[in-house]
């Protein structure tokens, strides 16, 4: 399989990515969540609560950790009652995680204040390019989703 070239254009692409996520985190404290929590333990409970099925193992893998680290980052979520470990009905050495009712609630009001910093990061775009922007990333998103 020959080797994919990259132009300058995905270059730029690779740093303007790269940027906007700094421009996040550094203007609108999306390091952390208002409850304190790193933004880390906010995207495993998001990743959870859209991945119906996430193991250990998955957070392990989308986040590029150890299994042990992985493991410590579920509990610290588990002591705040935010996730619910229940084994899986056809294998009982796999542990399915679910958001409880707490980490809901954590999950809804984090969205909405994260709407609010997105929507001040992306207010330099018109409205039409808002609309483009959002079914450029939903095809990428689509594309690259697994199922």
């Known amino acids: 399989m020959p080797k994919p070239s990259f132009t300058i254009a995905d270059r730029d692409l690779v740093a303007l990515l790269i940027a906007i996520k700094h421009i996040a985190v550094e203007q609108f404290g999306m390091h952390r969540t208002n409850t304190g929590m790193p933004f880390l333990a906010f995207q495993t409970l998001h990743y959870i609560d859209?991945?119906?099925?996430a193991t250990m193992k998955d957070i392990a893998h989308l986040f590029c950790i150890t299994p042990p680290s992985a493991t410590s980052l579920i509990k610290t979520l588990m002591k705040r009652k935010l996730v619910v470990p229940k084994t899986d009905a056809t294998d009982r050495r796999k542990t399915i995680l679910t958001v409880s009712p707490a980490g809901a609630r954590l999950l809804a009001r984090e969205r909405n204040r994260m709407i609010g910093n997105i929507?001040?990061?992306?207010?330099?775009?018109?409205?039409?390019?808002?609309t483009e922007l959002v079914k450029i990333f939903r095809a990428i998103v689509a594309a690259h989703t697994t199922k």
């Not at 859209?50 to 099925?53: K, S, T, V």
């Not at 929507?119 to 808002?130: A, N, Y």
């Open 50 to 53: 859209n991945r119906h099925g």
């Open 119 to 130: 929507t001040k990061i992306f207010s330099v775009l018109s409205p039409h390019d808002r």
